[in-house]
């Protein structure tokens, strides 16, 4: 404590030690960036500074300040109003709400769709709704946060299987299946990770899910839109992927999230979900918003199929430039780096020479894998990958 500072209270002194410890390096803060012309960001706090261009968002098509979405959602606002006041089983469905399910069922191919307010909150229901407190869960070891939260709500035992290793999965699907026969065994992947930039064989692991009888929850945030015929993800017409969540706040471009199901697993959700009957129904405006997207991502493919060359192209100059090729196909690019101070240094490089690329560190990573994580969208302007180059310099 500093001098002059009162004594924290009990409750409250192992938090100011663990925020005493945590080295500089590791403190995150929050920055204000107003956005300005296309795909720029303008910081508005402490000092300023000129525009930035944006390599940090999820905004893969580049549809947050597309027309038809801004007009989609003020339309529903003078509609509907802001909020919908309630849940969706008390007061709060609205038909937008209705209309946005059911297209999003047909695009997928799954008869049964559930809007959550984040995907947070959808992937907390998921596994909730697919493990209980007598159930194994084998996790792949970068999912998400979201989903080993939702493995502790759930009361479920964990166990961690290597990045996108099946054959280590195999292995554990067997021994649990000789350890408790019948226990019911849940299988957690994503189908783009947001940190990795890499991608399962979703065939091969949905079969090897099939087959030993555990269900799959696939995690296609970062996917739809962008992976998958016609951007409809890695998990489409995949039997043994048993639930699918997916977001509105990535190529969609706006806020949200849903679940997609068959009809005895959607039926459940709407019966017994926590996280789904005590939350206010996502907002009107950001629900005719998501609906416009998917229209757009529709009657527009070739967006995605366009984003995908980019990046390829993206990945090819940069392990020409020395530096570690990014693994994956899709738009996220990692750069890996290794420590926590050489991945800010290059931050403030980028941003020096007016690019926007945020230093991942852990805890959202392992240690020592700090990286820059670069992110293409539809919207970038020609040139940005020369600018890139030009700042990152030599390896």
């Not at 946005?100 to 008869?111: F, I, K, M, S, V």
């Not at 697919?130 to 035992?157: F, Y």
């Not at 050489?342 to 690329?357: D, F, T, V, Y």
């Amino acid at each position: 404590m500093g001098p002059g500072q009162p004594e924290p209270a009990p409750w409250a002194a192992p938090l100011a030690a663990e925020l005493e410890a945590l080295a500089p390096e590791r403190r995150r803060r929050l920055r204000s960036l107003a956005p300005c012309g296309s795909a720029g960001l303008r910081p508005v706090d402490g000092a300023g500074g000129p525009p930035l261009l944006d390599l940090a968002s999820n905004d893969y098509l580049g549809l947050a300040h597309h027309p038809s979405l801004q007009q989609a959602a003020s339309a529903a606002m003078a509609r509907d109003g802001l909020g919908a006041g309630a849940s969706r089983l008390v007061s709060g469905s609205r038909p937008v709400h209705g209309e946005l399910e059911q297209a999003l069922g047909a695009w997928l191919g799954r008869p049964r769709v559930l809007l959550f307010p984040s995907g947070f909150q959808a992937n907390l229901a998921a596994v909730q709704a697919l493990a209980d407190r007598h159930s194994l869960v084998l996790a792949d070891r970068l999912i998400h946060h979201s989903l080993l939260t939702g493995v502790k709500a759930s009361g479920a035992r964990l166990r961690r299987f290597p990045h996108n290793n099946l054959e280590a999965l195999a292995q554990q699907l067997e021994r649990a299946q000789r350890e408790v026969p019948g226990r019911r065994l849940l299988v957690l992947s994503e189908s783009l990770f947001s940190m990795e930039g890499t991608s399962p064989d979703v065939p091969a692991l949905a079969e090897l899910c099939r087959r030993h009888g555990a269900a799959l929850l696939l995690d296609e945030a970062h996917a739809l839109g962008v992976l998958g015929p016609g951007g409809r993800g890695l998990g489409l017409g995949q039997a043994g992927v048993s639930l699918i969540s997916g977001t509105f706040g990535k190529a969609f471009g706006g806020g949200g999230a849903f679940l997609a199901a068959d009809e005895l697993l959607g039926e459940w959700l709407l019966q017994h979900s926590g996280p789904f009957r005590y939350t206010t129904a996502l907002a009107p405006p950001l629900a005719a918003a998501a609906l416009a997207a998917l229209r757009g991502i529709q009657a527009e493919p070739q967006r995605g199929a366009a984003l995908l060359q980019r990046a390829q192209r993206w990945r090819d100059q940069l392990e020409a430039a020395g530096w570690p090729r990014p693994p994956g196909q899709g738009p996220i690019l990692p750069l890996l780096v290794g420590e926590d101070a050489r991945a800010l240094e290059l931050q403030r490089r980028l941003e020096a020479a007016g690019l926007l690329s945020v230093a991942i560190r852990p805890p959202t990573v392992p240690e020592g894998s700090a990286r820059l994580r670069l992110v293409l969208r539809h919207d970038l302007p020609a040139g940005s990958l020369e600018r890139l180059l030009a700042a990152l310099g030599s390896p």
